[in-house]
Nanobody, 121 residues
Framework: QVQLVESGGGLVQAGGSLRLSCAASGRTFYGMGWFRQAPGKEREFVAAIDRSGAITYYADSLKGRFTISRDNAKNTLYLQMNSLKPEDTAVYYC????????????????WGQGTQVTVSS
């Protein structure tokens, strides 16, 4: 059974940092990524990465503050979030697929349940 389990969310003050993790089980994936959904808003793309880590994509508005990475030995995806702002408050979801373009297109076959990130001002 394939599972994606996110962790690392929580409450942080503006300017702080968090690192999210997404542990995958059941299989490995070529493409993995992060998305987020704020209350009353649509789910949006955050970042994606290929198996080697050589190819990464970021939402333009998040470049320089967020860093995506993965540890294939642990089958785990990470999202390092720095200089957090209240507008980063959202549920963050992990997604995975055998095709990276499916991840960036928000058409992944597999999704996690999400982890809440709340940034206070």
């Amino acid at each position: 059974q394939v599972q994606l389990v996110e962790s690392g969310g929580g409450l942080v003050q503006a300017g702080g940092s968090l690192r999210l993790s997404c542990a995958a089980s059941g299989r490995t994936f070529y493409g993995m990524g992060w998305f987020r959904q704020a209350p009353g808003k649509e789910r949006e793309f955050v970042a994606a990465i290929d198996r080697s880590g050589a190819i990464t994509y970021y939402a333009d508005s998040l470049k320089g503050r967020f860093t995506i990475s993965r540890d294939n030995a642990k089958n785990t995806l990470y999202l390092q979030m720095n200089s957090l702002k209240p507008e980063d408050t959202a549920v963050y979801y992990c997604a995975a697929d055998s095709v990276l373009s499916s991840v960036t297109a928000m058409k992944s076959d597999y999704w996690g349940q999400g982890t809440q990130v709340t940034v206070s001002s």
